[in-house]
């Protein structure tokens, strides 16, 4: 019989909110697209609940039929605020927050920025 360790979970990469902005900018939505995507990786490698894939192509159509972005936005949020709790961090990420910067692509830099603080309480 094989013993196997439990697995710690493994915090994501710190980015500086506002590259993040002005590459989603500068590659038209493409890195916003990746940001989402390896964001909810992070959050799934740390613990939480998702599956980023689907978070993805929930965002990437989003961009026509809206609904589905503002929903996959929404949940992130709250991803982040259950990563903020785990540990131990009043929880900041608003969901509505979210919703509202989607004009712009502001929601990469306010999601790296409350990730940034559960990458930071964790380490």
């Not at 192509?57 to 990563?83: C, D, E, H």
């Amino acid at each position: 019989m094989v013993a196997t360790l439990p697995t710690m979970p493994r915090s994501g990469s710190t980015r500086a909110p506002i590259r993040t902005w002005v590459l989603a900018l500068v590659t038209l939505g493409g890195y916003a697209v990746w940001h989402h995507h390896e964001l909810n990786r992070e959050l799934r490698d740390f613990g939480v609940d998702v599956r980023p894939v689907l978070s993805t192509l929930a965002l990437v159509p989003g961009i026509v039929v809206i609904a589905p972005a503002l929903v996959t936005l929404w949940r992130t949020s709250n991803r982040l605020r259950v990563a903020q709790e785990t540990v131990g961090l009043v929880p900041t990420s608003d969901p509505r927050r979210s919703v509202v910067s989607v004009l712009l692509a502001l929601f990469v830099p306010y999601h790296q920025q409350e990730a940034n603080r559960v990458w930071c309480a964790e380490r």
